[in-house]
């Protein structure tokens, strides 16, 4: 293992500030601990330049030895040092402020920063730690080797419905996006997640071939596992919310759309919208990452847009590839077969895949009892916050974990990311068990229709009220 560098000197600062990891309110410098990361590099780059509490919390439930190691990288940083080490301006006048102080971790990452010294996500809970109890009683947190041949049969499946429709064939446009699914998108999300496999080579060779035909890995990435992950229901941070506003508004603090819209049409071109979530991801993520990498060399990106520019960027061989896979998708219909047949097999698997992910993922958290005031949420320790954002359904049955790549489970899955969607029906029960212990109620729904209809309800209101307070009313 690398030792790390004296940080009392200048030269041992990096030359950009935002190479260090913020964790528990204090500041590391990992760089040199990259390669030498168990989980892999991908995994401990996600924390880079930025407060990585909760990401760090959430992939190390199994043993204690992370916190021992971790020790060794902490630095402490002179105000006077970090302030002429080409710092932005605005970044300079922060860290000036504390008078040759030690620098303040939120200051040196200039971004994202904690609410508080005392954040409460920076303090142990006697809920989460029995969470960690659970996981390591369970054993095995990998993807389990019915699922594993599962999947291989799916491989199968897959090249069969992908020759089918380059020939052609209608029943292409059906089969095609069914193995997308339950292959490619299972392999994105658990693999992104560093579930699938205890080798990282696995999980990344996984995930990004995935991600060639359903999203861009690395603004997957950054928009699920770190804004959605970390800041879940909580506006302005969350990526998952923030993208769909202004032309969907899915939580009370969200502003209204125009008033001289009626809200029914407001609500049914939030379901219309719900085709295409899938050139969103494939696409439009794409795109807005170039947009900030050029604002970021015309020297006009703000803070954020640079910093995720930046996290994104260790991926742009791979946003370039998955691109050219999704224009190919696009356009080899149309010079194959007639106008209308070219269509129905591009458009009918984009809606198809489109439907399957805003459904399924958005239902459980788009409701009216998983959100509230971010100021609240925030006062709570992060792995509460996940139980208590977050709506399950159907949490017994293995056929609808398959079917949801055990997203009819987001609450386990958002306190424990790195368990495979494949252990978590068997954990569900204990799971519920220590949430009643510590007096946290879950969310539950009998099944997905019963959560999309209350997803609907949620919807609905927000379609006409402002507030919270209206939105009580409305409900009481």
């Known amino acids: ?30 760089a040199s601990y990259i390669k030498s990361h168990p ?50 301006e ?12 030690e620098a303040d971790a939120a200051a040196v990452v200039g971004i994202q920063q904690p609410a508080a010294p005392a954040r409460v996500a920076h303090q142990a809970d006697p809920f989460y730690e029995d969470i960690k109890a659970m996981v390591r009683a369970h054993g095995n947190t990998k993807m389990s080797t019915p699922f594993v041949i599962l999947h291989c049969l799916h491989v199968v499946g897959l090249v069969w419905s992908m020759k089918l429709w380059l020939e052609g ?15 490619c998108a299972a392999m994105v999300h658990d693999g992104g997640h560093f579930a699938h496999s205890k080798r990282p080579l696995v999980n990344k060779l996984l995930t990004h071939a995935g991600a060639l035909f359903t999203n861009s890995v690395g603004c997957w990435y950054l928009q699920h596992n770190i804004l959605h992950h970390s800041y879940t229901n909580l506006v302005g941070k969350d990526g998952d919310l923030d993208s769909h506003h202004p032309y969907m508004r899915i939580h009370p603090e969200q502003s209204m759309l125009p008033a001289n819209i009626h809200h029914a049409v407001r609500f049914f071109s939030h379901l219309i919208m719900y085709n295409f979530a899938h050139i969103g991801l494939t696409m439009i993520s794409p795109i807005s990452y170039f947009r ?4 970021q060399k015309k020297g006009t990106a703000d803070a954020k847009q640079a910093q995720d520019a930046q996290t994104v960027a260790q991926y742009h061989g791979t946003v370039m590839l998955q691109l050219v896979t999704v224009l190919a998708f696009y356009i080899t219909p149309f010079l194959r077969f007639e106008f209308s047949r070219a269509l129905l097999l591009t458009l009918l698997p984009t809606f198809m895949m489109s439907i399957a992910f805003m459904v399924i993922a958005q239902v459980s958290h788009i409701q009216m009892d998983a959100e509230a005031p971010s100021a609240d949420l925030e006062k709570l320790h992060w792995a509460r916050r996940m139980a208590l954002t977050s709506v399950d359904y159907s949490q017994e049955s293995t056929l609808w974990a398959y079917l949801t790549i055990g997203l009819n489970m987001q609450s386990l899955h958002h306190i424990v990311p790195g368990v495979s ?44 009220t402002h507030s919270f307070v209206e939105v009580a009313r409305k409900l009481a």
């Open 1 to 30: 293992m690398c030792r790390p560098t004296d940080a009392s000197t200048p030269e041992a600062l990096p030359s950009v500030p935002h190479q260090y990891w913020i964790i528990h309110g204090a500041t590391y410098d990992l």
């Open 292 to 295: 900030g990498v050029a604002a």
């Open 421 to 464: 969607y494949s252990q978590l029906t068997r954990m569900y029960p204990a799971y519920r068990a220590i949430c009643a212990k510590h007096g946290i109620k879950l969310l539950e729904r009998r099944n997905l229709a019963h959560a999309f209809w209350t997803h609907l309800q949620t919807l609905w209101v927000l379609s006409k």
């Open 169 to 183: 064939a209608f029943i292409s446009a059906f089969v095609l996006p069914y193995f997308l699914w339950v292959l």
């Open 39 to 88: 989980g892999g590099d991908e995994a401990i780059l996600l924390g880079r330049g930025r407060d990585c509490t909760e990401l760090f919390e959430q992939y190390h439930v199994l043993n204690n030895k992370h916190l021992r190691v971790l020790e060794r990288f902490r630095v402490t940083l002179p105000a006077a040092k970090v302030a002429s080490n080409n710092l932005k």
């Open 90 to 101: 605005d970044m300079v006048s922060t860290i000036s402020a504390l008078d040759g102080e």
